[in-house]
């Protein structure tokens, strides 16, 4: 399989986004990957990126919540600045590399 498939198959089934404001005055903007590394694990893992948006204006961060039982341990490890439609397209590239990286695609 190479890139542009991978590509073509996200393209399918892209981020869904959900909004909501919060009592500070910013728009968050909400996107998550719920994912197990083992079918009817106690364990699992999801990527969740968020976009805070203040006056058009946007951060980007993507936390890694590994929930184990009902707890949630997160980790925030990454962020980005743009308009709020560059952070999220910004974030569907972020999407293409991880499933590549995860399936070995170079090109």
């Known amino acids: ?3 542009e498939e991978v590509k073509a198959q ?6 869904e986004w959900t909004s909501s404001n919060e009592p500070d005055g910013k728009n968050v ?3 998550t990957i719920p994912f197990e590394l ?6 699992g893992y999801s990527f969740e990126y968020r976009v805070i948006e203040v006056c058009g204006y946007a951060d980007l961060e993507l936390a890694i919540y590994e929930i184990k039982g009902h707890d949630e341990i997160s980790c925030d ?4 600045e743009g308009e709020v439609s560059e952070v ?3 974030s569907e590239e972020h999407r293409l590399n991880l499933v590549c990286s995860l399936l070995g695609i170079k090109e």
Not at 10 to 15: G, I, N, V
Not at 38 to 43: C, D, G
């Open 10 to 15: 996200l393209a399918k089934s892209p981020l």
């Open 1 to 3: 399989m190479t890139r």
């Open 29 to 31: 903007h909400t996107a």
């Open 77 to 80: 490890i990454f962020f980005h």
């Open 88 to 90: 999220k397209e910004y």
């Open 38 to 43: 083992e079918p009817n694990s106690l364990y």
